[in-house]
Structure formats: structure tokens, C-alpha cells
């Protein structure tokens, strides 16, 4: 077996600290190549349907390596978050258990291997810089996935969501992001544009559905936010393979659930908000959230 073994570091050989150099100097005893990653240099393309996401490197796909060491992370915490959780997931060896490595901001980066991990997610595409991303666009476009839709990776709401339909706009969207991005820990994120027969918002605490709207897009409208302007219309009766899907896919705990429905009826899930905004889903629904959040907590407590 052809073991390979990578350090994330933003430094070369010659500024590794001696921890660091010890670790690589070790490592080129046993494995028949040792990769120092800069983390911001990887891009990702979480395809649904295909065994191990794609995860590019100076040319190179790292889905296959075979170990990671990682130390001293801070200025680079979204990055070596997705980079650790998705090697994980692909069966790399991690130094540290794949929980100590956080995003510093937004759900959306490791949120995206989870919904690839159960295929519940939309094709996704992911780069810290621009030339990661300029070769994301080459395959972007070679693959023919065109309309794509541009994210924030924090959410905000539906806010700075973006619709792009060619090469030509994709390309200029990137030169000015990457211009005015003042973080070079903030990703680029890109998904395939899914055309949905229905969204969803469901209230779920602790894998029971407590209430479900179909939500309905404002006029001109890419996303159907409460926040930018969608109607909220209650339905008693979810069907049961959004019941089936919450069961299998939702954890205990509150969650604010955005899900879709494509035209083959595939199930995408959009969002699982932790925190999630209720006053329109109540004002929609009648349903007193606040008061069956308090009464699931005082159900705990009696049944301890």
C-alpha cells in the first residue's frame, strides 16, 4: 500500500517550527509521500451520488490520503475544518479527533459533508482562493452545471444569495469577491441550481415535528425566506417521507428545517438551522413555539 501522510501548515519546509519538522522528518521514514497543505489552497466538489467528495490540492486529489497531522490552527479554522472532516469522512487517519476542529463562522461549510454524507444535499463546491476557484469553474462548466447559485457561508437570512447562469458571470463573481474579501479563511461557495416543486419550513424538537409550512417565493425571488418576503402557508398533514426523512436525518434538539422537493422527487435539504426565527412560522401556523419548547423541557424533567 502507497501510504501518504499530510501536515497542514501555511508555512514551506524551511519555517516549519520543530514540532512540525519533527513530524515531517518521522513521516518521510514511513510514507512515500509527505505533503505540507496549506488548507486554503484545497477546493472541494461534494457531488451527490459519487462515493468520496473531490478534494483538490496543487493538482492533486486528496480523497485518498492516508493521514493528517494538524497543530496550530487558529488563523486558519474554516479551512482546516473542512479539510479534517472531510478527509475523515473519506477515511483518513486525523491526528485529533475530528470534533476539535470548528469553523469560526457559518454552519453552512461542515453542515454541506453532513448533507453530503447522506446524499440530502445539493452538489456543492468549495475554494479559499482564486486559482482553486478558476479551476472550479473550468470543471463547473466542462461537467455543464450551469445555472449554479452563490452562498454566503454564514447564513443571513437568504441575504447575498445569487443567481449565476454562465462561465463569463461565475468568473467576474469571483474576481470580486475574492477582491473584496478581507479574510483569506473565507471560502467561495457555489451549489448546482435545483429547480423545486416545493419548499418546506418544519419546526422539529427532538425528531418530532411540531409544525410544517409550505413556503412560497416572493415574485423575482431566488430564495423563499420569511426575510425576504416569501408567504408561509400551515399544512396539517406532512406527507410521510418528510416524516421518514426528519426520523433518519435529524438529531435531537430544536431545529428550524428548510427542505425541497425536486421534480423526481428527491429530497434536498437545504438547512438545518439550530437557531432558528419563529415568528413567522407562528404567525402562519397558530402554533405557540415558545410554549411547546418550554413544555418538551418540563416532559425531560418530569420523566428523569
Avoid at 104 to 132: C, M, P, V
Wanted: charged residues 20%.
Amino acid at each position: 500500500m502507497d501510504l501518504t501522510f499530510g501536515i497542514v501548515t501555511i508555512n514551506s519546509y524551511a519555517k516549519l517550527n520543530y514540532e512540525k519538522r519533527a513530524i515531517y522528518d518521522n513521516a518521510v521514514k514511513h510514507f512515500k509521500k509527505v505533503l505540507l497543505i496549506d488548507p486554503r489552497k484545497v477546493s472541494y466538489q461534494f457531488i451527490r451520488g459519487a462515493k468520496k467528495p473531490i478534494i483538490r490540492y496543487l493538482g492533486k486529489n486528496l480523497a485518498n490520503l492516508s493521514a493528517l497531522h494538524i497543530r496550530g490552527v487558529k488563523s486558519i479554522a474554516n479551512s482546516t475544518s473542512i479539510l479534517a472532516h472531510s478527509l475523515d469522512f473519506c477515511g483518513c487517519i486525523i491526528s485529533d479527533p475530528t470534533p476539535r476542529f470548528k469553523a469560526k463562522n457559518g454552519s453552512k461549510l461542515l453542515s454541506t459533508i453532513g448533507q453530503y454524507e447522506d446524499q440530502s444535499g445539493s452538489d456543492s463546491f468549495i475554494a479559499f482562493d482564486l486559482e482553486s476557484t478558476l479551476k472550479l469553474i473550468t470543471s463547473i462548466e466542462e461537467k455543464k452545471l450551469f445555472p449554479m447559485i452563490v452562498k454566503p457561508i454564514s447564513g443571513r437570512q437568504g441575504k447575498g444569495i445569487s443567481l449565476i447562469k454562465t462561465a463569463a458571470e461565475m468568473l467576474a463573481y469571483t474576481n470580486n469577491f475574492f477582491k473584496e474579501r478581507t479574510d483569506s479563511d473565507t471560502p467561495i461557495f457555489f451549489q448546482t441550481f435545483v429547480a423545486f416543486v416545493k419548499e418546506y419550513r418544519i419546526f422539529v424538537i427532538d425528531k418530532k415535528i411540531i409544525g410544517l409550512v409550505v413556503k412560497v417565493k416572493k415574485k423575482g425571488e431566488i430564495v423563499a425566506n420569511a426575510a425576504q418576503g416569501a408567504t408561509f402557508i400551515p399544512i396539517e398533514n406532512p406527507q410521510q417521507v418528510i416524516v421518514e426523512f426528519i426520523l433518519d436525518h435529524m438529531a435531537n434538539g430544536i431545529y428550524g428545517v428548510d427542505l425541497a422537493i425536486d421534480t423526481t422527487g428527491g429530497i434536498h435539504l437545504i438547512e438545518a438551522n439550530t437557531s432558528p426565527n419563529w415568528k413567522a412560522f407562528q404567525e402562519a401556523t397558530g402554533i405557540d413555539v415558545a410554549a411547546v419548547i418550554i413544555q418538551d423541557t418540563l416532559d425531560k424533567i418530569h420523566n428523569q
